[in-house]
């Protein structure tokens, strides 16, 4: 059972474990020797930030990474609704394209690389293809599966008050289908951006956040890398609690 804390207390709480870290790897980071080398000392890593944000290169890493994330999410995204939705209202559709698609999806992201890499080479359109992927397998799963878990019975009433499909579809089956249609959203959101910090990393050149790892990899910067790392960590959460928020407010009709 959840206690009902002050939100002021949750949010402190939530900083407890990340403080304690923060402190034990500063300890790490005094201990000298071999320790030295594996854990940067905090004060490194601070000026590590402060000369990546003046030089604007983090700024601009954040933004071609956010930027790509919410292409690829849109793109899949969209994509993924649309099939899930014929698929959902349809069974010969569902017949003829379920099973490419449930076999489709069972190839991790990264074993289509090299596949991808022939086609389009390893440019932008094969980064956007990968995220693209990311966004569309959970969409589709949910949206699919929202509508045909939906209350026939409530479709069969609309049918007898004389709903046409559509005004079934948009008025029954549609706000039924929607809270696990946004919870593929949230699942593709979250696998979106990892997706994008993957191809970053793998295919390299460009901005990106990922890409900037992978050079401070080549140039044995940690302090570098700990930073992206962090930045990437956060700007995650903050895409995920803002959808969170938007779920919320879209399903406030929903019982708690």
């Known amino acids: 059972m959840r206690s009902h804390q002050h939100p002021a207390a949750r949010i402190a709480l939530g900083f407890v474990i990340p403080i304690l870290l ?4 500063q300890v790490q980071a005094e201990a000298g020797g071999a ?5 940067v000392p905090l004060a490194s890593i601070g000026a590590a930030f402060a000369e990546l944000a003046k030089s604007g290169q983090l700024l601009g890493d954040a933004l071609s990474t956010t930027s790509r994330a919410l292409t690829g999410l ?6 993924g609704i649309a099939v899930g939705t014929l ?6 559709i569902e017949r003829s394209i379920g099973p490419l698609y449930h076999a489709i999806r069972q ?10 890499g022939l086609w389009i080479g390893n440019g932008e359109a094969a980064k956007l293809l990968i995220v693209g992927l990311a966004a569309f397998y959970p969409t589709v799963l949910n949206t699919y599966e929202g509508l045909i878990q939906g209350e026939r019975r409530h479709a069969d009433v609309a049918h007898l008050f004389g709903f046409s499909s559509v005004q079934t579809f948009l008025h029954v089956l549609l706000p039924g289908a929607l809270p696990l249609i946004l919870t593929g959203l949230s699942q593709a959101i979250a696998f979106a951006w990892i997706a994008t910090i993957g191809t970053e990393l793998l295919l390299g050149a460009g901005a990106g ?3 900037a790892m992978s050079l401070a990899q080549a140039q044995q910067r940690m302090d570098v890398i700990l930073v992206e790392i962090a930045v ?4 995650g959460f903050t895409l995920n609690s803002l ?14």
Do not use: D, E, K, N
């Not at 698929?87 to 010969?92: I, K, V, Y």
């Not at 959808?243 to 708690?256: E, G």
């Open 22 to 25: 923060l402190a034990l790897w």
């Open 35 to 39: 320790r030295a080398l594996a854990f």
């Open 74 to 79: 849109l793109l899949g995204a969209s994509a």
């Open 87 to 92: 698929m959902g209202l349809s069974r010969p």
């Open 107 to 116: 190839v991790p992201l990264l074993g289509w690389l090299p596949l991808i």
């Open 209 to 211: 956040l990922g890409a």
């Open 232 to 235: 990437t960590g956060l700007i």
């Open 243 to 256: 959808f969170a928020a938007l779920r919320r407010h879209a399903l406030r009709w929903q019982p708690v």
